[in-house]
């Protein structure tokens, strides 16, 4: 999926939502336990509910690596299953990959060949060598790690170089000579704020992958207000405060209800910015 497509799916659900499927296994309803695959039966009754409300998935790949073999069948078929019911869906595989140049070669052809995802999340720190292998695809996205949502955040991102350079602008300015907007997008945290303003500075044009809205107590609003650029240029996730906003056998139709309530909200910034 290109960067023009995601853009008029974007205003065609008037929705900029991103449903995380970060689906655990202690954590679904107990009566889904009896399923000959418990994770892609959550999965599948999440997306056949709340589709219509988002424009992206993005299966984190822990929740099923830790199930072993059976964790990542379930992965891979909730894509294959996308894909097939829903091809307009922008697929992320929340993978944080990020290794030497012959290892990554590898985890690209695994995620863009084999499993067939739009977007895989990868780690700068190794530097370009790391992240080229994954832009050889021409429709596939690098998400690269940015400024993210979590405490620790601060420990390395936002240290400064001798000149006042951070961390995360490094990344961003020099990341921005291996690929365009057409085919790199940055994480950054909902919790970072006014800080949206510091990365529109660097990467004005660029999608952002925006995690941390709902549970982790990140302000859309504000995501909307710093962050969103001419083309929206924001796809916002939200994983356990949509996928799991009930427990119960209802678990599903809550689940569309929590993110018609997103989308709704969208719907309002999207008509403010002028882009529906």
């Known amino acids: 999926m290109n960067k023009q497509q995601l853009f008029e799916h974007i205003q065609q659900k008037q929705s900029f939502l991103c449903v995380g499927l970060d689906t655990d296994i202690k954590k679904i309803p107990q009566h889904l336990l009896n399923e000959e695959d418990p994770i892609f039966a959550f999965n599948k009754a999440i997306i056949d509910a709340t589709a219509a409300y988002c424009v992206a998935y993005k299966p984190n790949l822990a929740f099923y690596e830790s199930l072993g073999v059976k964790g990542l069948a379930a992965f891979e078929k909730t894509v294959a299953y996308l894909r097939a019911q829903y091809p307009d869906q922008f697929i992320i595989a929340d993978a944080k990959r990020g290794d030497i140049g012959n290892t990554s070669e590898l985890y690209a052809r695994s995620f863009f060949e084999h499993t067939k995802v739009d977007a895989v999340t990868v780690a700068p720190y190794m530097g370009e060598d790391s992240v080229k292998p994954f832009l050889i695809?021409?429709?596939?996205?690098?998400?690269?790690?940015?400024?993210?949502?979590?405490?620790?955040?601060?420990?390395?991102?936002?240290?400064?170089?001798?000149?006042?350079?951070?961390?995360?602008?490094k990344v961003l300015r020099k990341s921005s000579e291996w690929a365009t907007d057409e085919q790199m997008m940055y994480v950054v945290g909902a919790t970072q704020g006014k800080m949206f303003l510091d990365i529109r500075k660097h990467v004005p044009n660029h999608f952002l992958l925006v995690p941390g809205v709902?549970?982790?107590?990140?302000?859309?609003?504000?995501?909307?207000?710093?962050?969103?650029?001419?083309?929206?240029?924001?796809?916002?996730?939200?994983?356990?405060?949509?996928?799991y906003a009930d427990k119960s056998e209802a678990f599903a139709e809550k689940a569309g209800e929590a993110a018609k309530a997103v989308q709704q909200e969208m719907a309002i910034y999207l008509h403010e910015k002028g882009i529906i």
């Open 137 to 169: 695809y021409p429709e596939a996205w690098v998400i690269l790690l940015a400024l993210t949502s979590n405490k620790g955040s601060h420990d390395f991102q936002l240290t400064t170089d001798a000149e006042g350079e951070r961390l995360f602008e």
């Open 214 to 243: 709902g549970a982790q107590g990140g302000s859309l609003a504000e995501v909307a207000k710093y962050g969103m650029n001419d083309q929206c240029g924001l796809i916002v996730n939200s994983s356990r405060a949509i996928i």
